[in-house]
């Protein structure tokens, strides 16, 4: 608890016993209004300021004013306990409301560490501790273990593992050495590490991320807005009801005390803070949520959004797959063993820097020796021929095969992906494919999403036969290969139109090629931005890191968000309309309306900081 | 010109909503965002004028919450 806070509890205490102590006191008439005036005073002098402070401002709608009306009133009328009683719990519920949201901003804090404190920079020789905004671009930072990197840069000594956790929500560690980028907000655990700087810490990732996700709260969902309107005619709409409740129904009927006893019920229900709190709290908590697992949300729309997708678009290269190329598939001939074919490849292939070959002696698990390998020739088109170990060895497409006179088998597999045939002296030793791979969580994304009845479609650049092999692995339900920019635009146009009117089109893609599709969408998701600026700028939602299943942990936030603001508002105004009626028709009193008010505002509250535990 | 400013003393959410609702219909303010979450006031407006807008700014925070400060950098 804040000082603050402590003191409005003392305060609460005193005021409650004295109020117990004038309640029991065998006092009579007049003499008691005194003795009940000290407790309410000290309980609620400064809503009494406030309201005085704001009527001079002509605020007439002001909470703190109503209050004061609505106890002052019940004094009048010689209701003296409930006075401050109404009082006392208006201001145990604006404790309990301080309390709860101050818990959540230091869990919403906290979610969101990721800011460095200082940065130790080399400078004359030592090392010198300042502020990260201090450091320019080249100068050099030592990051010891445990540290945090305060800004993006490229390692120049030394190597060690980096928990990206707080950025990507990914615990798997990553590996840096001399010469990598390294990302400010990466936690650095192993060894000490020099780094160059790269960018000032305005432009840097960790600063870019914290602004985007304090300014989230400035781009408000439509419950928010709904709430904003709201709120702006429900008080003068109470009081005016409250007015008119006081004055009309006693013309005809008499018994002015209870009518106006009934109004002060109005007053003291007449604040919508119970909403005006936890429907942006509920949003906030859901996009610190999402962040703490590298899901940037640029706002509260868009959470809403993302909870009424109907149909997922996704880019295939560097979205659904790697972008990397790697072997897939080995099928040695007969008598030939995986090892013997992969190892006549990998020697063929040995002095290549093509990213066929590469992917070629990645797979070949051992050290080639370069030593056993001569006569390299490189027959553009075809593939190449090298000697190695006193053999001649042939890799590359059928057309090099046909040229040697080498005739190939038959292979029922048509493997999507690049080919390599691989024969030694004329003898045909079997065929390596190697294609640009699946992500292993892009089923599982795929599938998830298909569960939810949402409509899942895949365009790509790519020729036919990758672009659909990929697509029946996954199991997309629509695929549109061999486009062009131009051509997903167009495609996604189409299927904006074929969507349905309530429904949300996301796209998701990688932000390198399709900014202009991530803008066209209603819903622009962009994967792997971990440090490419240009992604976090042209989305509305950044996975931070490659794991196309990050959308379905989007989507679960923001469905459980958008649940627990409709509870919020369905809940505070059903009890408050509840309290209205009851009010009117006299089967309620001002204990029970201010457990309405400020009763309700204390529930909605701890509802929506449920946000806060997505896990 | 697009300024963030914290708040000090903002204690109710409905202030927040009024301080916002009051700001945006000054004169030269093109769009205003008031957070009671964050504690936090994010003025645009006005270049040229920027800060005889502030103090306007700091009249309508005043008259909604009396307590509540302006952080001003």
């Keep these: 608890m804040t000082r603050k806070q402590k003191k409005a509890l003392y305060r609460i205490l005193i005021a409650g016993a004295l109020l117990l102590i004038a309640a029991l006191l065998p006092v009579e008439g007049l003499w008691r209004l005194p003795l009940f005036l000290i407790p309410y005073v000290i309980v609620g002098w400064d809503v009494l300021r406030k309201a005085a402070l704001n ?6 709608f002001d909470e703190n004013f109503l209050m004061c009306v609505a106890t002052i009133g019940a004094l009048v009328l010689g209701e003296y306990a409930e006075a401050v009683g109404v009082m006392l719990f208006y201001q145990v519920g604006e404790l309990f409301q301080s309390i709860a949201v101050g818990r959540s901003r230091r869990s919403i804090a906290q979610l969101m560490d990721i800011r460095p404190d200082s940065a130790n920079v080399l400078r004359d020789g030592e090392l010198t501790e300042v502020s990260p905004e201090e450091v320019a671009v080249g100068e050099l930072i030592a990051v010891r273990p445990g540290e945090k990197i305060p800004l993006d840069g490229v390692v120049t000594e030394g190597s060690s593992s980096l928990d990206t956790a707080a950025l990507t929500g990914e615990s798997v560690p990553r590996h840096v050495e001399t010469g990598d980028e390294v990302i400010s907000g990466c936690v650095n655990k192993t060894g000490l590490l020099t780094v160059r700087v790269t960018k000032p810490y305005g432009e840097s990732t960790v600063a870019k991320i914290l602004d985007l996700v304090e300014n989230a709260a400035s781009r408000k969902a439509k419950a ?24 009309i129904p ?11 006893h009934r109004a002060l019920i109005f007053l003291v229900i007449s604040c919508p803070c119970a909403l005006v709190i936890s429907i942006p709290l509920s949003f906030f908590g859901g996009i610190g949520g999402a962040s703490a697992r590298g899901i940037l949300v640029k706002g509260g729309n868009y959470l809403e959004l993302l909870s009424k997708t109907s149909v997922a ?19 040695p001939a007969e008598g030939v063993t995986e090892v013997e074919l992969l190892e006549a490849a990998a020697l063929a292939e040995g002095h290549s820097n093509h990213p066929i070959a590469q992917s070629l002696r990645q797979a070949y698990d051992g050290v080639i020796d370069l030593t056993r390998v001569a006569d390299v020739t490189e027959i553009p088109g075809r593939g190449v021929s090298a000697k190695a170990d006193g053999r001649t060895i042939l890799a590359g497409n059928e057309k090099l095969m046909a040229g040697s006179g080498i005739a190939l088998p038959e292979s029922e597999r048509t493997d999507a992906g690049t080919v390599v045939h691989v024969a030694a002296e004329g003898q045909y030793l079997g065929r390596a494919v190697i294609a640009d791979r699946v992500k292993a969580t892009a089923a599982e994304a795929v599938s998830a999403l298909r569960q939810r009845g949402i409509r899942t479609v895949m365009l790509t650049g790519d020729s036919q036969a990758v672009g659909e092999a990929v697509a029946n692995q996954l199991g997309l339900d629509e695929t549109h290969t061999r486009l062009l920019p131009a051509d997903k635009v167009e495609h996604v146009e189409r299927l904006l139109r074929e969507r349905d009117p309530g429904g949300v089109l996301a796209y998701v893609g990688d932000g390198v090629n399709d900014a202009p599709v991530l803008s066209r969408a209603d819903l622009g998701i962009a994967m ?46 059903g009890v408050k309309g509840l309290f209205l009626l009851l009010g009117a028709l006299g089967a309620a009193n001002l204990w029970e309306a201010v457990f309405a008010d400020v009763g309700v505002a204390v529930i909605a509250i701890l509802n929506a900081s449920r946000m806060l535990r997505t896990k | 010109m697009k300024k963030t400013f914290d708040l000090i003393d903002l204690d109710c959410a409905n202030c927040a909503r009024k301080m916002e609702d009051a700001i945006k219909k000054l004169d030269g303010v093109s769009d205003a965002n008031v957070s009671f979450m964050t504690q936090k006031m994010t003025v645009e407006a006005d270049d040229s004028r920027f800060d005889a807008i502030m103090k306007e700014v700091v009249k309508c925070v005043r008259r909604v919450e009396p307590d509540c400060e302006i952080v001003l950098k």
């Design chain 1, 528 to 573: 792997g931005a971990m440090g490419s600026d240009a992604a976090i700028e042209a989305a509305d939602v950044v996975l931070m890191d490659d794991d196309p299943a990050k959308l379905i942990t989007a989507m679960d936030i923001s469905r459980k968000c958008m649940r627990i603001v409709r509870e919020n508002i369905v809940f505070a105004l």
């Design chain 1, 55 to 60: 009527i001079a401002h002509g605020q007439v």
């Design chain 1, 224 to 247: 928010e807005n709904f709430i904003t309107r709201f709120a702006r005619y429900y008080t003068p709409a109470v009081v005016i009801g409250a007015a008119l409740l006081a004055v």
């Design chain 1, 250 to 260: 006693p013309l005809f009927l008499g018994n002015w005390a209870e009518w106006v």
């Design chain 1, 313 to 331: 678009v996704f880019d295939k290269t560097g979205t659904l797959t790697e972008g990397v190329f790697a072997l897939t598939a080995l099928e």
